[in-house]
């Protein structure tokens, strides 16, 4: 199983970025995936979480901001980040829990099943 994180980079804050996580050796139509990241000098947190019925859950620093999906075509997961702050520097992550969950999302440590190598997106202020 791998999992490929894109489309970070350098932005100013407000800005907007799309980050893409490309899966292989595993189906993610229905599967319970997330979205962490880590700042420097920080534990890594979670951002946004989908279970296996499309249920999404974004956390409060960037809730209304950061949108988590799937296209199941692809095989990939994407969140769509917008009105970037500089706090959200930082390496982003993908993950997937090994099992399906529906109707109640799964947890940050089922999501350590598989991980992606990270992008780096930094926000410039």
């Known amino acids: 199983v791998h999992l490929v994180e894109s489309g970070g980079g350098s932005v100013q804050a407000g800005g907007s970025l799309r980050l893409s996580c490309a899966v292989s050796?595993?189906?993610?139509?229905?599967?319970?995936m997330g979205w962490f990241r880590q700042a420097p000098g920080k534990e890594r947190e979670v951002v946004a979480r989908?279970?296996?019925?499309?249920?999404?859950m974004i956390e409060y620093a960037v809730k209304g901001r950061f949108t988590i999906s799937r296209d199941s075509a692809k095989n990939t997961l994407s969140l769509e980040m917008n009105m970037l702050k500089p706090d959200d520097t930082g390496m982003y992550y993908c993950?997937?829990?090994?099992?399906?969950?529906?109707?109640?999302?799964?947890?940050?440590?089922?999501?350590?099943?598989?991980w992606g190598q990270g992008t780096q997106v930094t926000v410039s202020s």
């Open positions: 993950a997937a829990a090994d099992r399906q969950y529906y109707g109640v999302m799964c947890s940050t440590r089922a999501l350590n099943r598989f």
């Open positions: 989908i279970e296996s019925s499309d249920i999404t």
């Open positions: 050796g595993f189906t993610i139509s229905k599967a319970c």
